[in-house]
């Protein structure tokens, strides 16, 4: 069965999504003050409590709008979705940690949910979520300053998070001044509940799903500047199914619990009978690609991204190994032998560290394509364009009839604002414009 065509970015599915977003996160102020109300206390203690459920329920939806589920983030791109992610969690944390704040400030009293000799196990339950929500923010926004590496950040923001909305669910309802009957307390642990689950899926639901449909490495073939491709097939069944410019989780271990899952376009076709991706050398799992052999189990999950071929001619500006999904999508357009056009500007250190170099010209040579090299440090002898991938540049290639390509833009983050910025500057409407990051942490 094919995947169903990813949706175009439009107004109407973003303003939907968002909607949709902040009725989610309302929906436990609505249930503490929608009927069976308590005495009112003052406009700075209800803001104080409103603060906490505000908070809560934005925390709570940010594990459904965080990128992994395949029916949101198509509605805005993974990586717009990602951006959004983050900077509502640092909302959602401000609103959480302004509740006790405000609390104590009006009524010092407040201070006794912290007091042990009061009530130990309250007391640990609301100071471990207090310095919970700081070590998630800290670790989110400066995640490289502090040395922590990807995986254990990946573990430690998700096991934070559901401690924090765990916390904040039992310590709601035992306080029960807003929930105070049962149906109150049913809807909002319930409702809260679920997206709690989304976690327990995400990292027990899912991997163990996926542990039925193993993968193993058929091929790792050395590419140029340090970079390797893998050829994936699976070992029951059918191969997974994708649009080109996608990507995937792989995790190449002989379980599908480790905590070394990322993420990866891919670099093949969908048409191929093989899946491959390709990364360079760089990090602490790609490092060890070198050493992979054929016959090696690898887990994959996906696909992901909105990152795709649609019907118009395409803009691609890429850089380095950032080329991966103008590979599948180029490749894919070769097979079907479609003859629209595109334009790749394509950035790089040298002539001799082109990663797909071979491959790109042979393309050039069967598809409607203008591949524009610019080089970092290229030789005496190099007659293209130098430097680095700037406004300049991008201008000069832009085609007359701008409005009828779709823009995608991937690589090095420097490179990539310097193009969404270029494209926004020239007219070029947003919904025509594909940026991945990969951006996670």
């Known amino acids: 069965m094919n995947q169903k065509p990813i949706p175009t970015y ?76 983050k900077e509502m969690g640092v909302i959602a944390l401000l609103f959480g940690m302004a509740h006790p704040v405000i609390l104590i400030a009006v009524d010092s009293s407040y201070w006794g949910f912290f007091d042990p000799r009061v009530n130990l196990p309250r ?23 502090v040395g922590l590496s990807y995986e254990w950040w990946r573990l430690l923001h998700g096991l934070l998070g559901s401690l924090i909305l765990f916390v904040g669910i039992v310590h709601a309802l ?10 109150k307390m049913l809807l909002f642990g319930g409702y809260l509940g679920g997206f709690l689950y989304l976690f327990v899926h995400s990292r027990v639901v899912r991997p163990f799903q996926n542990s039925k449909h193993p993968y193993a490495i058929d091929e790792v073939i050395p590419e140029k500047d340090d970079c390797y491709t893998l050829r994936l097939k ?43 991706i390709t990364a360079k050398r760089l990090g602490d799992f790609t490092r060890d690609w070198i050493h992979l052999k054929p016959g090696q189990t690898a887990f994959i999950e996906g696909p992901y991204g909105s990152f795709t071929l649609k019907d118009r001619p395409c803009f691609l500006v890429m850089g380095g ?49 203008q591949i524009v090299h610019v080089l ?10 130098r430097g680095l991938i700037d406004e300049r540049l991008i201008g000069k290639n832009l085609p007359e009839d701008t409005h009828a390509f779709d823009y995608f833009i991937c690589g090095p983050e420097p490179m990539m604002d310097v193009a969404e910025r270029t494209l926004r500057n020239q007219g070029i409407p947003w919904k025509q414009i594909y940026a991945e990051r990969f951006d996670l942490a």
């Open 321 to 369: 190994i950032g080329v991966t999904p103008a590979i599948s999508i180029l490749k894919t357009l070769a097979i079907r032998q479609d003859t629209r056009r595109c334009i790749l500007i394509y950035g790089n250190e040298s002539w001799n560290k082109i990663p797909f170099r071979q491959e790109l010209a042979e393309l050039e040579r069967l598809l409607h394509l």
């Open 234 to 276: 699976p070992c029951t069944g059918e191969r997974l199914h994708y649009e080109p410019g996608q990507f995937l989780w792989i995790t190449i271990q002989s379980s599908p619990f480790s905590m070394q899952q990322h993420p990866f376009s891919f670099s093949s076709s969908p048409l191929e009978p093989l899946i491959a």
């Open 174 to 183: 035992q306080v029960g001044h807003y929930l105070n009957d049962w149906l």
């Open 10 to 85: 439009s107004y109407r599915r973003g303003f939907f999504w968002l909607f949709i977003f902040f009725v989610l996160a309302l929906i436990p102020l609505f249930i503490g003050y929608g009927w069976n109300l308590p005495d009112y206390r003052g406009f700075w203690e209800e803001l104080g409590l409103s603060m906490g459920f505000v908070g809560l329920g934005l925390f709570a939806v940010q594990f459904l709008f965080s990128g992994r589920i395949r029916q949101v983030a198509p509605a805005f791109g993974v990586d717009n979705i990602v951006q959004f992610h």
């Open 376 to 385: 970092q440090e290229p030789d005496q002898a190099w007659q293209g364009e």
């Open 123 to 145: 007391a640990l339950a609301l100071g471990a979520a207090s310095v919970g929500m700081m070590l998630l923010l800290v670790t989110s926004l400066w995640r490289s300053l």
